[in-house]
């Protein structure tokens, strides 16, 4: 069964930088889309990066420009690199991966349930 393990929050003022890890046991996501999410308190969780199993990447609109999603697949890994960071960036950030990930954040094959997560809090 597949699992996905994020890794990488903490607290950091505005401004600061944070790169979050994404690890997946039981199978290789190479060939797979991957997104990363985010869930801030009270809101419902909102796609913020994907990146396609052919290199295509988007962005959510409030992160451009700061956020980066790479991969290594090699390692199996996926990053977030988040920097100029703002308390709304401030969110439980999840990964995961299918086989195509929408605009809207709906995943068609989605490998695994959601993880654990990892917390992001930027204060002011």
């Known amino acids: 069964q597949v699992q996905f393990v994020e890794s990488g929050g903490g607290l950091v003022p505005a401004g600061g930088s944070l790169r979050l890890s994404c690890a997946a046991s039981?199978?290789?996501?190479?060939?797979?889309?991957i997104g990363w999410y985010r869930q801030a308190p009270g809101k419902q969780r909102e796609l913020v990066a994907a990146?396609?199993?052919?290199?295509?990447?988007d962005y959510v609109d409030s992160v451009k420009g700061r956020f980066t999603i790479f991969r290594d697949n090699a390692k199996n890994m996926v990053y977030l690199q988040m920097n100029g960071l703002k308390p709304e960036d401030t969110a439980v950030y999840y990964c995961n991966a299918g086989i195509q990930i929408l605009r809207n954040g709906g995943i068609i094959g989605a490998l695994a349930s959601w993880g654990q997560g990892t917390q992001v809090t930027v204060s002011s």
């Open positions: 039981g199978r290789t996501f190479s060939n797979q889309a």
């Open positions: 990146t396609s199993s052919g290199g295509s990447i």
